[in-house]
């Protein structure tokens, strides 16, 4: 072989420099090995819990964005959270409404229109991949197996069997003597020594406050029911979510205290109220219809909320809960139609908290029934007459 065709020596220290590349390289692919057969070694209820918790945790660490940029970044989380996290449509507003400052109204359109864009199928469980499987293809709809007959259920309940608050006062375990006591009451029977209670004073982007059970029934022997007084009045009143929270959300900056369902720390509580049935008919619903019944407020508009007491295990159990009672009672989904429940069973649901006045209408927010030993029958199952 002639000279001009032998290759040149590899100088000493290119070859260290290509060694220590490969070696570099091959550290790589061994580390990726080792975390894809971690990943692996995974269940797919893991993954989608690892998906969960990151995507909440980078929702929580992402950095406030700029007056231009504050849509954008509410699209990009609508569907992250919806699709990853696992958030109902009325957490992910909430949420989004915390941190970007959108308006309520805005909010619920984007939410709406990207979570339902993307509800026709799971994700795969591969942390942010855009893909889609339909294999795993679920519809998200909930509907039931058995369409019975719409049931007229505004003319189910005749003058003789209808019941009113003073029928509700009767049959409460708990007297219910002065509307001062109220907001003591509610949480004195309705959460547990240690607990960790969060209070809404006012409507969309006012942050919770959270304290314990004893520290509020403290709060509350001297205090009225806290409200903010500088937002619109169509915004004051005050809120409670009805399930205890966990410590973790006092790490957050008290003007920052947000609750979502990552916060919840026991799913005690479903919340059934409508907006679109009667006072009356509410009524009739709640006393002929609800089992569990532990506690009913008038919102002060439009609305009873009553709390329905499940005692889920887990979030699992909770969901599985909600699902069986959307079929059973809720608009357009059970036989109730129109006049049927609102869809408000999420763990972080909050009602009306009495005590307080509701801004829209200046009527109290107050209890009408109260107990600590919630039944499985309802409160009335035969003619009341």
């Known amino acids: ?83 990853y996290a696992h958030q109902d449509i009325y957490e992910i507003e909430q949420m989004l409404i915390g941190k970007y400052g959108l308006p309520e109204s805005e909010v619920r359109g984007l939410v709406k229109y990207y979570t339902n864009k993307y509800d026709q199928y799971h994700p795969v469980d591969d942390g942010y991949s855009l893909r889609r499987s339909r294999s795993w293809a679920k519809p998200r709809t909930i509907e039931s197996e058995v369409k019975p007959p719409p049931l007229d259920i505004a003319g189910h309940f005749s003058d003789s069997v209808s019941v009113g608050e003073p029928d509700f006062f009767e049959k409460s375990g708990i007297k219910l003597e002065d509307p001062k006591n109220d907001p003591a009451l509610i949480i004195a029977y309705c959460f547990e020594p240690g607990d960790l209670v969060a209070i809404k004073p006012g409507k969309k982007k006012t942050p919770s406050i959270v304290k314990s059970r004893e520290d509020w029934l403290t709060d509350f022997e001297d205090n009225p029911v806290p409200q903010a007084t500088d937002i619109p009045k169509s915004e004051q009143g005050a ?20 609750v979502s369902a990552e916060y919840i720390a026991k799913h005690r509580y479903c919340l059934v109220e409508s907006d679109d ?101 309802p409160l009335w199952r035969k003619e009341k007459a």
């Open 277 to 377: 049935a009667g006072l009356q008919l509410q009524l009739n619903m709640a006393g002929y219809l609800l089992s569990y019944l532990q506690a009913v407020i008038f919102s002060g508009g439009k609305s009873y909320h009553c709390w329905v007491r499940v005692d889920a295990e887990n979030e699992k159990e909770y969901n599985d809960v909600a699902q069986q009672l959307k079929k059973l009672i809720c608009k357009d989904i059970s036989r109730f139609g129109k006049f049927g429940y609102d869809k408000t069973f999420y763990s972080s649901a909050h009602s009306r908290m009495c005590g307080a006045v509701n801004g829209k209408t200046g009527n109290d927010q107050r209890l009408v029934f109260l107990t600590n030993v919630p039944s499985a029958d």
């Open 1 to 83: 072989m002639s000279n001009s065709k032998r290759k040149a020596p590899v100088e000493a220290g290119a070859l260290k420099r290509r060694r220590s590349v490969y070696g570099r390289l091959e550290n790589q692919k061994l580390a990726r090995k080792k975390d894809g057969d971690q990943y692996k070694s995974l269940t797919p209820q893991d993954r989608i819990a690892n998906n969960k918790e990151r995507t909440l945790r980078e929702f929580q660490e992402a950095p406030a964005v700029g007056e231009g940029q504050r849509h954008s970044g509410a699209k990009d989380w609508a569907y992250k959270l919806h699709v």
């Open 239 to 258: 809120w409670i979510y009805i399930n205890p929270v966990t410590e973790n959300i006092l790490n957050l900056a008290p003007g920052f205290r947000h």
